[in-house]
Antibody, heavy 121, light 108 residues
Framework: EVQLVESGGGLVQPGRSLRLSCAAS????????MHWVRQAPGKGLEWVSG????????GYADSVKGRFTISRDNAKNSLYLQMNSLRAEDTALYYC??????????????WGQGTLVTVSS | EIVLTQSPATLSLSPGERATLSCRAS??????LAWYQQKPGQAPRLLIY???NRATGIPARFSGSGSGTDFTLTISSLEPEDFAVYYC??????????FGGGTKVEIK
């Protein structure tokens, strides 16, 4: 059974940093691209970042470019999102999602349950 | 950057009716077009990938079609559990993705 478990969310002040983690199991992690997708309260889905199986191809939404960094550790079956210079508009539920292929194609064959990030003073 | 526009924003239908949801891209896109269903308090669920392929376990009443800039999700006969929000998603280049704004299918 595929499982994606996010952690690391919480309440943080504007301008501070947070690191999200996603622990994957039930599939061969290094065969697939992975993504972070967020959803602000009452809003739609927003793709944040994606990374190919070997970290050779990485992309970011314009809204987070230069502030967020995605990475993965295939030996630990884990995906990460380092979030710096956080803003109020980054407040959202952050989902980890497994792609269908090794490179970025269809984002979410499987999804975690999300970790909530709240940016507020 | 590609923008995906979904229409209508809200679709009010009765169980048993046919639902037709549209996703239009601002420029011609690849065939990596997916559709997701999301219910309140739940993570999204993949319905259709590569524009027309049903994901594992998805009922046959869900179908996807289209190419270029215009894509459609059709639910042939709405079941009570199908009332939800639907999103389209497209990969615009090697590592860039966009979601549409969503269509809410509500009970009339």
């Amino acid at each position: 059974e595929v499982q994606l478990v996010e952690s690391g969310g919480g309440l943080v002040q504007p301008g501070r940093s947070l690191r999200l983690s996603c622990a994957a199991s039930g599939f061969t992690f290094d065969d697939y691209a992975m993504h972070w997708v967020r959803q602000a309260p009452g809003k739609g889905l927003e793709w944040v970042s994606g990374i190919s199986w070997n970290s050779g191809s990485i992309g970011y939404a314009d809204s987070v470019k230069g502030r967020f960094t995605i990475s993965r550790d295939n030996a630990k079956n884990s995906l990460y999102l380092q979030m710096n210079s956080l803003r109020a508009e980054d407040t959202a539920l952050y989902y980890c999602a497994k792609d269908m292929r090794a490179t970025v194609t269809n984002v979410g064959e499987y999804w975690g349950q999300g970790t909530l990030v709240t940016v507020s003073s | 950057e590609i923008v995906l526009t979904q229409s209508p924003a809200t679709l009010s239908l009765s169980p048993g009716e046919r639902a037709t949801l549209s996703c239009r891209a601002s420029q011609s896109v690849s065939s990596y077009l997916a559709w997701y269903q999301q219910k309140p308090g739940q993570a999204p669920r993949l319905l259709i990938y590569d524009a027309s392929n049903r994901a594992t376990g998805i009922p046959a009443r869900f179908s996807g079609s289209g190419s270029g800039t215009d894509f459609t999700l059709t639910i042939s006969s709405l079941e009570p559990e199908d009332f939800a929000v639907y999103y389209c998603q497209q990969r615009s280049n090697l590592a860039s993705v966009a979601f549409g704004g969503g269509t809410k299918v509500e009970i009339k």
